[in-house]
């Protein structure tokens, strides 16, 4: 449903997309889209559900959308819930280069958080629920800066087409030892902060242009006005390839096309080595003394 909305709002029944305003960015941290996408669902959505914004920044996930009895459930510390009525959405915008092609293909940043099939929300009471994980991947064009932009391309996906160690998640957004006491003083502080790099799927050209759901389930299109329109795999180290599906309205006619493996670009000169930081480098053989 909320794949359906969004899809409606930035894009015409031609498939073109619709221009829309987004108010000015306050600060470094502020993220107009994030709201407009969130203020967007919340009216959209049947008034019982409710949506749920992250109410700081650097949060994952941006919101939490959740069936009212669902919520009313895991607010009486119940945990048998129905993971199709309630959901953690992050939002991950990147920017169209000059090639038309939305940038970091190969590899997105996914700041200190992985991606993962499910994701961790807590209770006034401080205990934690496991939700699934969905990612939004949007291409903007235009002047985002208080201006007119509009969605070039979109892509939501299920956490699991992304990441489905749970592990990882886990043992990298649990709690960490930060060194201290360093440098001369002893007042420098090293948070040991990781940063995360994994599949950009708008790397894949097939989604550029449109609005798509990449999903582990089959039969979405039985519930919404959607068409199922493709498969893929993403194969896993062992060989065992993971099977998704892939929807898009079904009012634009969209073709069934043939499987994809492995679509998402993956980086050819990815190495365990990082590169120096704040390397400066001069050409001794250009100076002269003056």
């Known amino acids: ?17 619709v221009p829309f305003r987004l108010r000015d960015k306050r600060n470094t941290q502020d993220d107009p889209f994030d ?6 669902l919340r009216a959209e959505l049947p008034t019982e559900v409710l949506v749920l914004r992250a109410d ?3 949060v994952s996930p941006d ?3 959740a069936r009212p009895e669902e919520y009313e459930l895991l607010k009486s510390g119940g945990a048998d819930y129905d993971p199709r009525a309630i959901f953690g959405l992050e939002v991950k915008k990147v920017d169209l280069g000059r090639n038309g092609k939305p940038a970091r293909s190969t ?7 992985p991606p993962c099939a499910t994701v961790r929300v807590y ?6 629920i496991r939700i699934p994980g969905f990612y939004l991947f949007v291409a903007l064009e235009g002047d985002e800066e208080g201006g007119t932009v509009c969605v070039h391309s979109m892509v939501l996906v299920a956490g699991a087409v992304l990441n489905k160690d749970i592990d ?9 030892t930060k060194e201290i006491r360093l440098g001369t003083y002893g007042d420098g502080a090293n948070r040991v902060r990781p940063m995360l790099l994994f599949s950009n799927p708008l790397g894949w050209e097939w989604t550029l242009g449109a609005a798509t759901l990449i999903s582990e389930r089959d039969d979405l299109a039985d519930e919404q006005p959607l068409a199922h329109v493709r498969e893929m795999t993403r194969t896993v180290p062992s060989g065992v390839s993971e099977r998704f599906h892939c929807y898009r309205l079904a009012k634009l ?6 499987t994809a493996h492995d679509p998402f670009p993956q980086p050819s000169k990815r190495k365990e080595e990082t590169a120096q930081r704040g390397r400066f480098e001069i050409d001794l053989r250009t100076l002269t003394l003056g």
């Open 1 to 17: 449903m909320a794949f359906t909305i969004l899809s409606e709002a930035f894009f015409d029944d031609a498939g073109r997309a």
């Open 35 to 40: 709201e407009y996408v969130t203020e967007l």
């Open 56 to 58: 700081k920044p650097l």
């Open 63 to 65: 919101v939490v959308i």
């Open 107 to 113: 590899g997105l940043d996914y700041n200190s958080t």
């Open 123 to 128: 209770a006034e009471d401080g205990s934690e």
């Open 168 to 176: 990882l998640y886990d043992r990298i957004t649990g709690t960490r």
């Open 253 to 258: 006619s969209p073709p069934v096309e043939e």
